[in-house]
């Protein structure tokens, strides 16, 4: 699903006028990767990599939920919070009902969103699958796809990135306008 949820997610606690808080903490890990890093791996691997290979591909940040959220948070100019360890366990014991209530919580203000502004059909979504919110740190190596001469164009996320997709989904009438602050 990428980090576009997670964007949408911004936009829905900025019209609710709420903080936005997040299950486990900050510190939790997560591998990104661009999407133009992704394409120009594949045609890499198709022209030049020995047949078979396989390569994981993650750009060199240290990404974590938190620098995500951060800036999440000054896009779209909202608070942020984590429910940290305690009240994130006791998700985890139901979590298939704490992903029900956060996806009720945030599909319905979407959707509202989305009609005020006149975005009348969309593919974007905040619906979040119960895999992405358990406290599993995502984190592989990227670098063995470097020994076969590709070079990642993005080395990790930025406020600009997410400004750009963001303003690229305005653009094409499919996320609301207006909602960014940066």
Known sequence: QGL??????????????????????????????????????????????????????????????????????????????????????????????????????HVVPWSEICTATGVTSTPLSPYIDQELLYNNSLCVDGTAICATGFKYSKPGPTLGDFKECVAQYVDMKLFPPGMTVA
């Open 4 to 105: 576009m949820p997670r964007l949408i997610i911004g936009a829905v606690y900025k019209h609710l006028g709420e903080t936005m808080k997040l299950l486990w903490t900050a510190k939790l890990r997560l591998n990104t990767v661009h999407v133009a890093d992704v394409v120009a791996a594949m045609w890499h691997v198709a022209t030049t990599a020995p047949a078979g290979a396989i390569f994981n591909l993650a750009d060199s940040a240290d990404t974590t939920q938190g620098s995500v959220t951060d800036m999440i948070s000054i896009l779209f100019g909202i608070k942020s919070d984590y429910h940290g360890q305690i009240l994130s366990n006791l998700a985890r014991l139901n979590m298939k009902d704490a992903v029900e209530d956060a996806n009720e919580k």
